[in-house]
């Protein structure tokens, strides 16, 4: 198991995907509901890629992926994300 960090330790790959400042931003949980300021999210550096999960209910918000120099995203667990 590796260490657990927040939204901000993503701050940069957030910042590369969305081209803007997004840890103040608000995801809302697909699972729980819970809306979240990105730098509350639960976040785990591993290998192949970056997974943000849920603090309320540790579903996984957002799945980066590095593929080359193209870092993917998957939003899937997140219901809503207002910047
Ligand atoms: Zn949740």
Do not use: H, K, W
């Not at 901000?8 to 809302?28: C, D, K, P, Q, Y």
């Not at 730098?39 to 992926?65: D, K, S």
């Amino acid at each position: 198991m590796s260490d657990a960090l927040d939204g901000n330790a993503i701050a940069g790959l957030l910042r590369v995907i969305f081209g803007s400042e997004m840890t103040a931003a608000v995801g809302t949980c697909a699972t729980c509901g819970s809306a979240s300021v990105l730098a509350e999210l639960v976040v785990y550096l591993q290998a192949p890629g970056t997974v943000a999960r849920c603090p309320v209910c540790g579903n996984i918000m957002m799945v980066f992926v590095r593929r080359r120099e193209l870092t993917c995203v998957d939003l899937r667990g997140m219901a809503d994300l207002a910047a």
